[in-house]
């Protein structure tokens, strides 16, 4: 009887192992979409893409505390501005090129974790030089200066000929804008001073093409911009200028309708310079937050959710970055939430914006 036992135990043991053994093989042989050769995913922008990289810069706009990270792998606050993963990280995992896209600030990154690509995002960043500085963070201009510097980490790491042919193979994601607008422009009356919004629009989306000229004279090659999302939507905004931030929370119009014009303008400024650089191996395209956000939030996808109005962190009115901390009262199930703080989606909402783009993706990692 008890060597019967023994015989179960070591049998129901080897079946085990042989799982965990078949499990680690599937995933690393599973075929990558499209058999695509994409090397890294490289991002910049701002906290809707920061993986942590204000956790190492002066800086309050941090979010490396409970309760952000709440759902991340082992329930870690991250940096990222969530309760988990965030666009670029799905992205990546999507691609087959790694499940996580870390800070690139992190000291303790191996040289695999750099090939395989980074995030220079900086919470609270915008293209405006006025933006950044306004909390202390990382400009747009300096996250391109940090690419740079981690160009040369790879040409010591494979030389200058494999990381000519890395970076042309990398997919680089920029998404930033909305603080330019929400904290900045609509907030404060420096620019308002200077710029009508149409103007202001003009003067950020010659910094976009800037920043893209500067990512392509670095050598990328595969670049997705995504716009504004309905910024009038977003928990804060409801709260600061709705008639009736209490009782009425639906969207603010005039500041969803700004977004909708920006992103047209940027579509055509992304499509020109593709169809300008195209020949030259270009793959420069848009990358809509804009409508499966409203989609969401005011069409039949709300049905998804218990709230579509509030962030699940504390009264979800107006708690963002340090407001947002572990003493605040955290809903139960963020993933019944578009928003996880008054600013930020939660991982179920990144994820769904990135089912939205999954098309632009594919158009961007196919050989």
Not at 180 to 203: A, C, G, H
């Amino acid at each position: 009887m008890e060597s019967c036992i023994k015989h179960s135990l070591l049998v129901f043991f080897y079946l085990i192992c042989l799982s965990f053994f078949v499990a680690a093989v599937e995933a690393v042989t599973k075929p990558r979409p499209f058999n695509n050769k994409v090397s890294a995913v490289l991002v910049f922008g701002d906290s809707t893409v920061d993986s942590g990289n204000n956790n190492y810069v002066n800086t309050l706009f941090r979010g490396n505390f409970p309760p952000y990270g709440r759902d991340f792998r082992g329930h870690n606050p991250t940096g990222r501005f969530s309760n988990g993963r965030l666009t670029p990280d799905f992205i990546a995992s999507y691609a087959g090129v790694k499940d996580f896209v870390p800070p690139y600030l992190d000291p303790t990154l191996t040289t695999k974790e750099l090939l395989t690509g980074v995030s220079f995002a900086s919470a609270g960043s915008g293209f405006d030089p006025l933006t950044p500085e306004l909390s202390s963070v990382i400009s747009m201009p300096d996250q391109l200066e940090y690419f740079r510097e981690y160009k040369k980490k790879l040409v010591l790491a494979i030389g200058k000929k494999r990381t000519e042919e890395h970076i042309k193979r990398a997919v680089f994601l920029v998404g930033a804008g909305t603080n330019d607008f929400v904290v900045n422009y609509f907030t404060l009356p420096v620019r308002r001073k200077t710029f009508s919004v149409t103007d202001f629009e003009k003067f950020i989306l010659q910094l976009v093409t800037d920043f893209i000229q500067g990512l392509w004279e670095e050598g990328a090659r595969r670049i997705a911009v995504s716009g504004l999302p309905p910024m009038g939507c977003l928990p804060v905004v409801i709260t600061l200028y709705a008639n009736d931030a209490i009782l009425n929370r639906g969207c603010v119009g005039q500041y969803s309708h700004v977004a909708m014009e920006y992103n047209k303008k940027l579509q055509n400024e992304l499509n020109l310079m593709h169809h300008n650089l195209a020949n030259q191996g270009a793959k420069i395209v848009y990358f809509d937050i804009f409508n499966p956000l409203v989609y969401l939030i005011q069409g039949p996808g709300k049905f998804e959710f218990d709230d579509v109005s509030h962030g699940c962190c504390g009264t979800g009115l107006l708690e963002a970055g340090f407001l947002c901390n572990p003493k605040s009262y955290v809903c139960s199930d963020a993933s019944k939430y578009v928003f996880f703080d008054s600013i930020h989606p939660t991982e179920k909402t990144y994820f769904r914006v990135f089912e939205a783009g999954r098309g632009v993706i594919d158009l961007l990692i196919k050989d």
